[in-house]
């Protein structure tokens, strides 16, 4: 009776924090990114007039680690993006309307992550952006590009965000400062992306070759590592070892590499393994991984009982759990039957389906992944929408 009880707190708890990681959102206020002790008050030319978010992909900026378990949780500003930069460098980099120069700046790509080692954790924000100036038709003109990372460890680098942003945002406005933009003779005409581009990983017919840093690159089909010939050693059907001839003593660390036919995911995305990348099966809302995955919710509720070392101690890491990536959040969850229920609740006529023949005794693997194609139909893959909306 009581081994019943416990595993039906384990499943509650499970469904729970599934339900929750994907619905939970960790927020950064402006007040966070204001620090005047870290703002560079150079010579400027130019003042900030207007921000405009330009990423095929406005969901969130990336995610952090909370809880017991790092559950990754969405991480998104408390406020359009546009909106939440332009107030804090308007604080810090007042304007002199009558002396600089008005600029625009188009973010291109903004996203945060953390990793966990299996002795470290690290945080990291991607950025970039490009500064334009309008011209009397109303045009942009491309006059800079500033495109970088911040990237440090510790014992809290959620909290590090803040400092990781400012940083990049300092950066930009002073390595701008630096260039050439006043000469520019014939700067670039700056054409705004479309959401049903070939830019769309989901409904691009060409996979564009190369090392993706981040999931947003990846979700616009855009990898910035496109000159490193990179080295890639296939493990197993689903598995390869990806290296930088270049930096053969440290650990690759992309977000995915496309070969321009296929794409492989770093594992660590959704698992505590840093040591490969696994290649995608299905191409979708809910992307299909096929590899061994070690769920941060599972262990932080099964630890509750067991303890993490227990935990890990019990399973050995030895069972196959295919992943899922959610293409809409970035976020990763093992294909299991807590999660099957909590992607498919919204659609009854699935999720009975499922139930009865779940029931019935088939538990299958197989079974699981033609409830996720179906459920991948339900939604318009050139935007991302449902496509009943």
């Known amino acids: ?91 810090e980099y007042p304007a002199k309307v009558d002396e600089q120069a008005p600029i625009e700046i188009v973010v291109q790509n903004f996203w945060i992550s953390e990793a966990t080692g299996a002795m470290s954790e690290s945080g990291r924000a991607d950025m970039t952006i490009v500064f334009c100036q309008k011209d009397e038709k109303g045009d942009f003109n491309a006059l800079f590009t500033f495109q970088d990372f911040a990237e ?93 001839p270049n930096k053969a003593s440290r650990r690759l660390k992309l977000y995915g590499y496309s070969d321009g036919e296929n794409i492989y995911i770093n594992s660590n995305n959704y698992s505590y393994d840093q040591s490969h990348y696994a290649k995608i099966q299905t191409l979708g809302r809910y992307s299909l991984v096929k590899d061994k995955t070690f769920s941060a919710s599972t262990a932080s509720a099964m630890s509750v009982a067991f303890g993490l070392v227990g935990y890990l101690v019990s399973t050995g890491m030895k069972s196959k759990v295919d992943a899922l990536i959610d293409t809409k959040t970035g976020l990763a969850m093992p294909l299991t039957y807590d999660v099957m229920k909590s992607l498919l609740a919204p659609y009854p006529q699935y999720w009975k389906s499922y139930e009865n023949a779940y029931q019935r005794g088939n538990r299958s693997t197989d079974l699981m992944k033609v409830f996720i194609y179906d459920l991948n139909k339900e939604y318009d893959i050139s935007i991302g929408k449902i496509a009943k909306d």
């Not at 130019?46 to 991480?75: E, H, S, T």
């Not at 510790?154 to 990049?168: C, E, F, N």
């Not at 070759?209 to 689903?238: H, L, M, R, S, W």
């Open 1 to 91: 009776m009581k081994s019943k009880k416990l595993l039906c707190t384990i499943s509650f708890l499970l469904l729970t924090m599934i339900s929750y990681s994907q619905t939970e959102k960790y927020l950064i206020r402006i007040e966070k990114l204001m620090d005047k002790t870290e703002s560079s008050d150079f010579k400027r030319d130019f003042y900030i007039k207007g921000i405009w978010d330009n990423r095929l992909f406005k969901g969130n900026i990336g995610f952090v680690q909370k809880g017991l378990g790092n559950r990754k949780v969405i991480a998104d500003f408390d406020g359009n993006i546009s909106s939440v930069l332009l107030d804090y460098l308007s604080q």
């Open 152 to 244: 440090n460890g510790g014992m809290d680098v959620t909290a590090g965000h803040s400092k990781r942003i400012r940083k990049l945002l300092n950066k930009a406005l002073l390595e701008f400062q630096k260039s050439d933009w006043k000469s520019l003779k014939q700067p670039e005409l700056f054409s705004f992306q479309r959401l049903d581009s070939t830019n769309n990983i989901l409904s691009a017919t060409v996979k564009r070759k190369g090392g993706y840093k981040t999931f947003q690159e990846f979700f616009n089909n855009t990898p910035t590592d496109t000159t490193t010939a990179f080295t890639v050693e296939p493990i197993d059907e689903n598995r390869v070892n990806i290296s930088d």
